[in-house]
Every structure is written in structure tokens, then in C-alpha cells.
């Protein structure tokens, strides 16, 4: 419940603060690590598009999750409800599954092309649907036309899958040499 005195790993204290002259509230991490959903939940308070009462002192993660699911339930109504929008229904319904799993980190793959490249991934989906936009810093330089040749079309788990199979395959050359 909002106002809750005691602090624990699945509750976030609140901070009031000043934004661009207006005043505006904030959570502040848990214990409990990474939490995409508190970042969401700060973006859309720093929007002022989710209020938390004024004599809240901590917020739990349940009433978070219930917070952003009405919001994006309420946001994407009327696009559910148009004709051809069962993809909508289909991201709103996933994105609703999700939000509960949004409390210890988020499942993304960047793509080394530019800073706004990832591969799709349903967590990706909640940040599309409360038009949130993510920046990663794993980018390869044009000005480094080999490495940019090499890796800018690639994700990050394929770089790794790459560089697993070159290993394997110099593991392989080597027992070959060897056994010779």
C-alpha cells in the first residue's frame, strides 16, 4: 500500500523533486538491483502522465505494476479497440504479462549499427507502447570502417555466437595439428 513506513526489497521510497520548474515525484532504487519498471514508472512521472498521492512516503512493486498496467491499458485503448489492431491487443496482453518480471533487469540485445538498434524482444514492447525510447552506448564508429563493416549490422549475441564458433573451430585446428 502507498505509505508504507518500512522499506524492503520490494518497496521503493519516494523523493520529491523540482523538473523543469515543476514539481514532480521520483522512486528511488531497491536493494533488489536493476528494475526496468522503475524506470518506466520515473519517465512517466517525470511526463506527469502517473501521479503518486503527496503523503506517500514508499510505493510497493505490485501497486507499480497495477500503476503502469492501468496506464497502458488506458493509453492504448481506442488503438485496441480499431479495426485491424489485434497486433495492438497482442503487445497490450504481452506487455501486461511482462510487467510483473520488469523488477530485477530486462532482456535486451543491442545491435552495434546505432544507438536505438536492438534486436525485438517482448520487454522491448512495454517501452514501445508507453512511447519510451531506449539508447544503448554499444555502437561501432563509422569512422572505423573495418569494425563498422564487420559489426554494425550484428547484435550482440551474435557477435558472441561468432566468436564461439571461431574458438571452437581454432580448438579444432589445434587437435588436428596435434594428432598429426
Excluded at 22 to 32: D, F, G, V
Excluded at 39 to 66: G, K, M, P
Excluded at 129 to 151: M, N, P, T, Y
Amino acid at each position: 500500500m502507498a505509505g508504507m513506513e518500512e522499506d524492503s526489497t520490494n518497496n521503493y521510497r519516494i523523493k520529491d523533486i523540482v523538473f523543469f520548474g515543476s514539481a514532480r515525484r521520483i522512486l528511488l532504487q531497491s536493494a533488489n538491483g536493476p528494475c526496468p519498471l522503475l524506470a518506466l514508472c520515473n519517465v512517466l512521472l517525470l511526463r506527469n502522465q502517473l501521479s503518486i498521492s503527496t503523503d506517500a512516503r514508499y510505493i510497493s512493486f505490485a501497486e507499480l505494476v497495477d500503476m503502469v498496467s492501468s496506464y497502458l491499458f488506458d493509453a492504448n485503448a481506442r488503438a485496441s479497440g480499431e479495426e485491424g489492431s489485434a497486433d495492438m491487443r497482442q503487445n497490450l496482453q504481452s506487455c501486461l504479462d511482462i510487467l510483473p518480471r520488469l523488477n530485477v533487469g530486462l532482456d535486451v540485445n543491442c545491435k552495434f549499427g546505432g544507438p536505438r538498434d536492438f534486436e525485438y524482444t517482448q520487454e522491448l514492447a512495454v517501452f514501445d507502447l508507453l512511447d519510451i525510447c531506449l539508447f544503448h552506448g554499444w555502437v561501432v564508429s563509422k569512422q572505423d570502417s573495418r569494425a563498422h563493416e564487420a559489426f554494425a549490422h550484428l547484435s550482440y549475441n551474435q557477435v558472441v555466437e561468432k566468436i564461439i564458433a571461431g574458438h571452437e573451430a581454432q580448438a579444432r585446428l589445434t587437435a588436428q595439428s596435434e594428432g598429426q
